[in-house]
Nanobody, 123 residues
Framework: QVQLGESGGGSVQAGGSLRLSCAAS????????MGWFRQAPGKTRELVAT????????YYADSVQGRFTISKVNANNTLYLQMNSLKPEDTADYYC????????????????WGQGTQVTVSS
C-alpha cells in the first residue's frame, strides 16, 4: 500500500507563489506517474501536472503551463509543485496522486490519493 501526504497549501495574493509538497511512503513498486490534481467548489477534479516516476518526463494543463513547475526527488519519493504568478482561478483543493497505470490524464487513472491541501488566491 502507498500513502501520500501533501503539505504547503495556504493563502496568497494574486501574483504570488506557493510550493506544494507530497511525500510518498510504502511500497511504490510499479508506480508510473505521480501528479497534482485540483478541485474547485462545484467543479470536477482536473489534472494540473503529472510526472513520470523516474522524473524524466512531465505534462502540464494548458491553464498552468509556464507558471507551475512539477518536480520529483527520487531519493525520497517526494513530489513538488512550484506555483508562480498565481491567479484567483487557481483557488482550489490540490491533491497529490499516484498511479501504476500507463494512462495519466484522468483522475480515474490514479489509484492512490493524498488528503488534499487548500490553496486560496485572492485578487
Amino acid at each position: 500500500q502507498v500513502q501520500l501526504g501533501e503539505s504547503g497549501g495556504g493563502s496568497v495574493q494574486a501574483g504570488g507563489s506557493l510550493r506544494l509538497s507530497c511525500a510518498a511512503s510504502g511500497d511504490t513498486t510499479g508506480m508510473n506517474f505521480m501528479g497534482w490534481f485540483r478541485q474547485a467548489p462545484g467543479k470536477t477534479r482536473e489534472l494540473v501536472a503529472t510526472i513520470t516516476w523516474s522524473g524524466d518526463n512531465w505534462y502540464y494543463a494548458d491553464s498552468v503551463q509556464g507558471r507551475f513547475t512539477i518536480s520529483k526527488v527520487n531519493a525520497n519519493n517526494t513530489l513538488y509543485l512550484q506555483m508562480n504568478s498565481l491567479k484567483p482561478e487557481d483557488t482550489a483543493d490540490y491533491y497529490c496522486a499516484a498511479t501504476k497505470s500507463e494512462y495519466y490524464r484522468r483522475s480515474y487513472d490514479y489509484g492512490y490519493w493524498g488528503q488534499g491541501t487548500q490553496v486560496t488566491v485572492s485578487s
